[in-house]
């Protein structure tokens, strides 16, 4: 499978399937490789990985998660890219989940006031992060505070690399899979939960490649119509302004508390959650132990969306909107939603 984006001008391909890192061996134009790949995916594929490298493509392998964002790790990749002697026709290519690719692409920014990067996505998630252009890494002020927009030359995805992806991080991934079907379509989200009903489906990764595909569509309908993030870009929070507070909160993985958020979306859009709910569960989705309220509250009200007391959401109706909600409402909506997880059980 195969599309190129529809921006006005600087379109890339990305490319999904068992060809997409074929297709990546054949660009030759560039005088300069330089691979960030992350260590799981080196030990889990390293058949794969060698044959990608020829000499003299410079090569990090760097460990993945958050403690690759930093300033630090940041610092040493680009001090000893430099010191390799690079020209600015030189490509970055990420391999590996969103942090490999934020960061990578952060590089990709950068280095010589900005060379390409290519993404070879190795994560559910990444079918998300991969496309957008928005790269970077953390602060100690918050997450993603230093970066840039820099869109790729290229996103080349073989779907064999999420075969050694643990259940919870396949998991994660998905709820990016599961906001993106239901931005589209209340139909299209009963569509992705009748191929993937149950965490067994989900592990064997069934009918993941055209899930993926339509992820990667729905992102791109809404990126490419506002890329900077002055309008409907904040579509993609769906689920996440909760989700966001809970995450924080409890250190759990992203996409399990953005499940949680879109059940919390769900009740503040007047609609039923027991449909999602029942989904969740047979996904074996983990839940933390809630805590009072007002620790939730002062998270989000922390966000820079957010003025005076009020917090906004995106909520669906047939399509997404934006409304403001008071502490009452809020509170309302946790209670309902508290009492409705009260019955569920995890294990
Ligand atoms: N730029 C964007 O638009 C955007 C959007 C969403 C999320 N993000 C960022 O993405 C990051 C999360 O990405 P993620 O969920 O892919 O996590 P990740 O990159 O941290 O990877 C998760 C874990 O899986 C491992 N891993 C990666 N690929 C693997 C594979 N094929 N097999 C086995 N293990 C593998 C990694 O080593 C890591 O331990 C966050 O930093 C988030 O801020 C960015």
Redesign the pocket.
């Known amino acids: 499978m195969e599309l190129t984006t529809t921006y006005s001008d600087r379109n890339y391909p990305i490319v999904i399937g068992d060809m997409a890192l074929a297709k990546l061996s054949e660009i030759n134009h560039y005088q300069h490789y330089i691979y960030i790949i ?4 080196s030990r ?1 594929h390293h058949e794969k990985i060698k044959k990608l490298i020829k000499e003299p493509d410079l090569v990090f392998e760097v ?4 403690r690759l ?1 930093t300033i630090e790790e940041y610092s040493a990749v680009i001090e000893a890219i430099l010191a390799s002697g690079v020209s600015r026709q030189s490509v970055v290519i990420a391999v ?7 960061f990578a692409g952060f590089i990709a920014a950068t280095l010589l006031r900005g060379v390409d990067f290519i993404q070879v996505p ?2 559910i ?2 079918h ?2 991969s496309v ?1 252009g ?2 970077g890494i953390n602060s100690h002020a918050g ?2 505070l230093i970066g840039a927009f820099k869109r790729p030359a290229g996103v080349y995805y073989d779907l064999s ?2 075969t ?2 643990s259940y919870n ?1 396949k998991l ?2 998905f709820a990016e899979v599961i906001k993106h079907a239901m931005l589209e379509s209340e139909e299209v989200r009963q569509q992705l939960e009748h191929d993937i009903p149950t965490s067994f489906e989900l592990n064997q990764l069934n009918r993941m490649d055209h899930w993926i595909m339509a992820g990667i569509k729905k992102k791109l309908d809404i990126v490419v119509a506002d890329e900077y993030e002055h309008g409907m870009r904040s579509y993609l929070n769906l689920g996440h302004t909760f989700g966001h507070a809970v995450e924080f909160k409890h250190k759990i993985a ?1 996409g399990h508390a953005v499940m949680i958020g879109l059940l919390y979306m769900e009740i503040l859009s007047g609609r039923h959650p027991l449909q999602l709910l029942k989904w969740f569960h047979a996904l074996h989705l983990p839940l933390p132990r809630f805590d009072d309220f007002s620790c939730y509250y002062d998270l989000m009200k922390k966000d820079k969306k957010n003025k005076d007391e009020y917090i906004q959401f995106v909520l669906l109706e047939d399509r997404p909107y934006m409304k403001s909600f008071g502490y009452h409402e809020l509170l309302l909506a946790f209670q309902q939603l508290t009492s409705l997880l009260g019955g569920y059980d995890d294990h």
Do not use: P, R
């Open positions: 992350d260590k799981q995916v889990y460990d993945g998660g958050e964002k590996g989940g969103g942090s490999v690719g934020d190795t994560t998630l990444a998300d992060s957008g928005k790269t997450k993603n690399f999420l050694s992806l991080e994660s991934g992203h």
